[in-house]
């Protein structure tokens, strides 16, 4: 695939150098936090604060997954912006996979999943 930064690639194709490249340079920026690091989950590069999952990416998949309230998810995944994250057939409530390339909302969904992570160890947003 040829990378082309311009165009989001369609959700139902992977994302390739250019999801992962995004997945890296928007994670790198979260890491002004000390509570949050790079990590791993299921095989899959993460990221953590205090422990806690925020986001992941799908390197087979080329696909953002992000940990948000079971009815954020829900509500991504009735607009069609997200799927469900199901690794081996079992659904994750709380996880979404996004698979169109997309800096602003990718963003935005980093920010919530780190307002999630935050309100879940009992802190301020």
């Known amino acids: 695939m040829t990378p082309n930064a311009q165009r989001p690639s369609p959700p139902d194709q992977p994302g390739g150098d250019d999801a992962r490249d995004l997945y890296d340079e928007l994670t790198d920026d979260l890491l002004y936090d000390p509570a949050i690091g790079r990590s791993t989950m299921m095989g899959y590069p993460c990221v953590r604060l205090a422990g ?74």
Do not use: N
């Open 52 to 125: 806690q999952f925020l986001a992941s990416y799908d390197e087979q998949a080329g696909r953002l997954l992000v940990k948000l309230p079971s009815e954020r998810v829900a509500e991504l995944v009735g607009t069609g912006t997200g799927d469900q994250f199901a690794p081996a057939g079992r659904v994750f409530r709380e996880w979404v996979a996004i698979a169109t390339i997309d800096r602003h909302l990718w963003r935005t969904l980093l920010a919530e999943a780190v307002t999630f992570a935050r309100t879940s160890l009992g802190g301020q947003p």
